[in-house]
């Protein structure tokens, strides 16, 4: 489903003429006011990029963006599958089975230079009708000039409008001339996607593609290519991930400002700009991973309403907690449904004219351009990176994102909230589970967490038992059984389990109930205006009878907490604390690792 906001005039013939219209300043005075005692900026929401938005946009308070978004002239795309190619003829069966499947673009991911020959590229491409498939290749391709001579060769696939998505190293004019009959091939690749998995933000992403454009500009022209011919190569691979309306306005903030580099260069401002999109995996699941169709379904949404001309989509697991094939064929679904059911395809730029997505647009591309021209002061995408520049900025946003997820002010839903136990299955692959999370943790914003839970999982094997935590509650009931929900959540997420919750008074047959199943943990809900004597006197109590029980409290240090410490809690556990921290101390204290 996708929605639109148009922008229209008034007219007396309309639904709501009798409601006088409300500008932007007393909306604003009047969501003050109603705010009372909360600042207003606390429902404005700071994007990662460092620009507010609003929590309201009309015509009088909205931005354009600065340039034209040169939109498709239609809202198709091509569905394109990724085929791993160790075997030319095997490669080739799946992707014809893929093609009868209605995927409408073929990725070949070369895993050996050796592959690329002329006999081998005929077995690997036979019976695909070319004009019909976009084909890409990417991966381990060699010599990307002997590659071109050899596609060429191929009197058919001078008809192929595909790509090369992998970045070529040897940037030379021969090149054009190897691909002189390649008419539609985009064979110099700009690729974002390794940016992305670094941790760049979106406006990061769109200034990182703008500077490789204007490297090659500046290379190719020195070789005297011609700015239009150079444009008519170029690709950009972006990532798409799951926060829907940034991933939605982030193509179109490119499209906005690729006219302005072309200009600079002599280039058509209104050459064709093509874009091609693959799902992120950054916030990919192991242990959830059905919970993965669902980001991958926003993604793919955001990425065919932002204009993506082609989108990829991986299996939406490994093949450890979903077979491959099923995984594969429910992410293959997600463009047919999405066209067939949803007709995603019938309305070119759905997007144009909503006030708030035309200035999350304008504020991208505002932020972008910026970061784009400093790149360029400081000699261009390549010298940026070799000093440091782009490393170091990319470092700094990843590290804000790492913190967001860490203390949960991101949420994501099986991972650091809201988990569903382990399956059969997976309890019986630990092994395998454990060393995915491994190898994605550099680029994976899941793996932190799954990987308390996978050594919890390990110690309960290992041991026959899983250090639990009790929830005692005391006082307001209502507000107790919030706290509670709010602790089981945050323990789970280390992999404790629950040993029972409870509305207790303070006192020792009170604590015999807490203890009769040996909690390593007891979690303290007090829901009392002072919550400090309750609190001891439970503390103290708990200290007589089990005295290696570790004593948490829900909410922040309350006035007089130092009492509470005495008594022998162990520590506070709130909102804003680094939820990952805390749980990696309470693993060590309770002897999981």
Request: hydrophobic share 40%; charged share 20%; proline share 5%.
């Amino acid at each position: 489903m996708y929605f639109t906001t148009i922008m229209t005039t008034s007219s007396d013939n309309q639904l709501f003429q009798d409601f006088l219209p409300v500008s932007w300043e007393e909306w604003k005075a009047r969501a003050t006011a109603d705010l009372r005692d909360i600042p207003y900026d606390r429902i404005r929401w700071k994007t990662p990029d460092g620009f507010l938005l609003e929590p309201r946009y009309a015509a009088d308070n909205m931005h354009m963006p600065p340039g034209a978004c040169t939109a498709k002239s239609h809202n198709g795309w091509n569905n394109c599958r990724r085929i791993p190619v160790t075997n030319c003829r095997s490669a080739n069966t799946e992707a014809l089975t893929a093609l009868s499947d209605d995927a409408t673009a073929l990725e070949f991911s070369i895993t050996s230079p050796d592959l690329c020959n002329k006999e081998n590229l005929e077995l690997l491409f036979e019976s695909i009708h070319f004009p019909a498939t976009a084909i890409y290749l990417s991966g381990s391709v060699g010599d990307p000039h002997r590659l071109l001579e050899n596609l060429a060769s191929i009197t058919a696939f001078s008809e192929n409008k595909g790509g090369l998505l992998t970045e070529v190293q040897k940037n030379t004019r021969e090149l054009f001339s190897a691909a002189r009959s390649l008419s539609e091939f985009r064979f110099l690749a700009i690729d974002t996607l390794p940016w992305h998995e670094r941790g760049a933000t979106p406006s990061q992403e769109i200034a990182l593609a703008l500077a490789g454009v204007s490297d090659l500009m500046n290379r190719f022209i020195a070789q005297d290519v011609a700015p239009e011919r150079i444009a008519a190569a170029i690709e950009i691979v972006m990532a798409a991930g799951s926060s829907h309306f940034v991933e939605l306005a982030k193509p179109r903030a490119f499209r906005s400002l690729y006219p302005f580099v072309l200009k600079a260069y002599g280039a058509p401002e209104n050459a064709s700009t093509v874009l091609f999109a693959r799902i992120s995996s950054k916030n990919r699941s192991l242990l959830d991973p059905f919970t993965n169709v669902l980001r991958q379904t926003t993604g793919a949404i955001s990425s065919i309403l932002g204009g993506y001309d082609s989108l990829q989509i991986d299996p939406f697991d490994n093949g450890i907690s979903v077979s491959l094939n099923d995984a594969e064929r429910i992410s293959a679904n997600i463009h047919l449904i999405l066209k067939e059911e949803s007709f995603l395809d019938r309305v070119n730029d759905p997007a144009a004219g909503s006030y708030y997505i035309e200035t999350l647009t304008a504020e991208l591309a505002a932020t972008a351009w910026k970061q784009f021209v400093e790149i360029e002061a400081a000699g261009g995408l390549a010298e940026a990176i070799k000093n440091g520049m782009v490393p170091d900025a990319i470092a700094r946003a990843a590290s804000s994102a790492r913190k967001n997820i860490e203390n949960r002010k991101k949420n994501l839903i099986g991972v650091n909230r809201y988990l569903w136990p382990l399956t059969v299955g997976q309890e019986e692959q630990l092994d395998a589970l454990q060393n995915a999370a491994e190898t994605a943790r550099n680029t994976s914003e899941t793996t932190s967490f799954e990987l308390l839970r996978l050594k919890a999982e390990r110690h309960r094997i290992t041991t026959g038992s899983i250090p639990s935590v009790f929830i005692w509650l005391s006082g307001d009931p209502a507000l107790g059984i919030r706290q509670a929900s709010f602790m089981e959540d945050f323990f789970r997420c280390g992999g404790f389990g629950i040993a029972g919750t409870a509305l207790l008074d303070a006192d020792s047959s009170s604590c015999a109930t807490a203890l009769e199943n040996n909690p390593s943990i007891v979690a303290l809900c007090v829901a009392e205006k002072d919550p400090v004597p309750a609190a001891e006197t439970i503390c103290m109590t708990i200290r007589k009878q089990l005295p290696g029980a570790i004593i948490v409290m829900a909410g922040k240090p309350p006035e007089g907490h130092e009492r509470l410490l005495a008594a022998g809690l162990d520590s506070f556990v709130y909102t804003s604390i680094n939820v990952l921290a805390m749980l990696q101390s309470y693993h060590l204290k309770t002897g999981i690792q």
